[in-house]
Every structure is written in C-alpha cells, then in structure tokens.
C-alpha cells in the first residue's frame, strides 16, 4: 500500500516537475511535495503500523523518493535558470552595425562671435574689456556726455525710461563715463565695451528696439586724431580684408569733438560702386571722435592734460554688410535655420 503510494506520489512530482516552465512553480513543488507538512512526511509518519521487515525497505524507498524528486528538481531549476539567461542575453542584444545617433551640438550666436572677434583684435592692441549696467542712470547715459536735459541732441535716441532719472541705456556710451570716473583722472585708459542697447524704436528690417553696441574709449596725454585713424584702419582690415581702406566724415555727436563719421571701401566692389555700398565705393561703419573736453572734464580728467578718442560700432551692422543679411530681426528671433549657418568649425 505505502508503497504504491510513494512510487505514485514520485510520478506525479516529476511531472510537474517536467512540465513547469516557472522557478517559482518549481519552489511550489518543493514545498508541497518534500516539506514538513507533504506527503511523504505524512507517508514515513504511518510506518509505525509496518512489520519489522517491511519498514526499512519502505523507509529506503522514501529516502530515494524524497532524492529523486529534489535531483530532479535541482536539474530543472538550472535549466530554467540558464533559459532565462538566455532569453535575457537576447534580448539585450545590440547591433553594432545599426549607424550612431548624431549628437546635434550648439554654437556661439553670429552676434556673439562677432564681438569676441572684435574683443580679439583689441585685446591685442592693448585694450580690456569692460561691461557696464544695461539699466543706466540718465546722468551716465546723457549728462555725463555733455548731453544736459533740455539739450535737442537727446531726441536722436528715443528712450525707455523707467523713472525720470532711470532708463535703458541707449547706447554703450556711459561706460566711458564710468570708466573714466574710476580711473580718477589718471591716464592711461583703454576700453572697449559691448553689450545691448535699447531705443523706442518700431522693429523692421533695419530697425530693432534692442540691439548691440561696441563702445572703444582711449584717452592719455598725447592720443590724437592720427590715433584714431591708424587704430580703424586696423580694425576695418581686421574684420573686412587686408584692402581696405577707410575715410573719415564730418559728423556732430555730443560727446565728441570733432566728431567723425567712419566709412570703409566696398569689400565687394573694391570700392567701384555696386549694391552693397549703393554705387558710392563706401559702406558706413561707425561713429567716433575726439572726447569732448566736456566729457573728460565731468569725469574728472584734465582737458589741458589728457585727450582721447572714443568710437561707437553697431555688431549687428558688421554681421549684416560681412554675410549679406538683410533683415536685423533675423539676429533676434532664433530661428536655428539662420543661426546654423554660421557655426564655426
Ligand atoms: N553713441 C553713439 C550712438 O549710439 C555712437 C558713438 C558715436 C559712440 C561716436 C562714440 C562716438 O563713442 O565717439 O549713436
């Protein structure tokens, strides 16, 4: 009888055994068929009514039972186990021939590569680099460069004033006060300075009511007009060709005595007249002068000592004549078309 029993409970074991497919079914089977509460417990538990003779023969069938099904058991499990490592390996799998994914990179602005080209040549000319508050005091923005409240020469920029005496710097020009008050009229001073300026102006194709300035202020004993010349010239080269030359113009500027208009010949046309330089032979290129007395005077630097030049340059304008762009705005509302195709390489 027990016997039947056991030989009945090991087919049934291996059988399910055999045919799970699962690590945790097989633990199930463990469990049930060979631990403290199973069957066979159970089966060795009724051997106290067997013949002396009888019980240790049926003893030894339950012990080799009990082996068989925890062999069989522990072959299953590695199987099932490296089946399922299989399967992972697979599925892991990668195809080392499938093509990489592009990594898109960025790059600097067109504007801001401009500027650090300008940066670039002054730097080596013995200038630094400064920057100055975008939200200016009217006194740095006009005051201080001889441009007093009731002067006329205050409706060539239209303001955004935040109160009567706060507003957006119209140009970068405040930093020359700035920068001379620092150097308490003492000489040597030799800065450029970038960065946005704002105007009431409606935007169009030539017209933006943000936009970039470069400031270039050098004063001394000694610096004259032949300075500011020879220094232009080097920048015109620098940044239009090694051909170039330039002219200066008569203007009026405020802050500037005499004041001067700069034009550089047609790098397209090598100044025969075409439709960049509107057949004249020369673009326009900035404003600059000699620094009023005025000026200086108010910052604290002696007039009968020190004089100097200062310039005014619109990157914008430069990045428009050098790569042929004919609408301001395309620097403002980042479309990557544009801005890609002026990546550096
Ligand atoms: N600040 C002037 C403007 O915004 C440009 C300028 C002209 C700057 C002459 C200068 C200068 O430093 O000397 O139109």
Not at 160 to 185: C, N, V
Not at 227 to 253: C, N, Q, W, Y
Not at 257 to 270: L, Q, T, Y
């Amino acid at each position: 009888m027990l016997r039947e029993k056991l030989l009945e409970l090991r087919e049934k074991a291996l059988e399910s055994v055999h045919s799970t497919n699962s690590l945790k079914q097989l633990q199930d089977i463990h469990v049930s068929y060979l631990g403290k509460k199973g069957p066979i417990t159970e089966v060795l538990k009724g051997m106290g009514k067997l013949s002396e003779e009888e019980r240790p023969v049926i003893g030894q069938l339950a012990n080799d039972v009990r082996k068989t099904i925890e062999q069989q058991i522990k072959v299953r499990k590695e199987k099932l186990e490296r089946k399922l490592l299989e399967q992972q390996i697979e599925s892991e799998k990668i195809d080392v021939t499938l093509p990489g994914r592009k990594i898109r990179t960025g790059s600097h602005h067109l504007l801001a590569s401009v500027v650090r080209e300008v940066e670039d040549l002054f730097i080596g000319l013995g200038f630094s680099v400064a920057e100055g508050p975008e939200v200016e005091e009217d006194y740095y923005n006009f005051e201080a460069l001889n441009l007093p409240k009731d002067h006329p020469a205050r409706d060539m920029q239209d303001s955004f004033y935040i109160t009567d005496e706060i507003l957006l710097r119209t140009h970068t020009s405040p930093m020359q006060a700035r920068t001379l008050e620092k150097h308490k009229g003492k000489g040597p001073v030799r800065i450029i300075c970038p960065g946005k300026v704002y105007r009431r102006d409606n935007d169009d194709a030539t017209h933006s009511h943000q936009f970039m300035q470069i400031e270039g202020l050098y004063v001394d004993k000694n610096v004259r007009l032949s300075d500011l010349k020879g220094v232009l010239t080097v920048f015109a080269r620098h940044m239009f060709g090694e051909d170039r030359e330039i002219r200066l113009r008569p203007s009026f500027f405020p802050f500037t005595e005499p004041s001067v208009e700069m034009d550089i010949s047609c790098f397209r046309c090598d100044g025969h007249g075409c439709s960049v330089c509107k057949g004249t032979g020369w673009i326009e290129i900035l404003g600059a002068g000699m620094v009023h007395p005025n000026v200086l005077r108010m910052s604290g630097f002696d007039p009968s000592v020190y004089t100097g030049f200062a310039f005014g340059m619109g990157p914008e304008r430069i990045a428009m004549l050098k790569y042929g762009i004919d609408d301001i705005r395309l620097f403002y509302t980042n479309d990557v078309r544009f801005l890609k195709q002026f990546k550096q390489a």
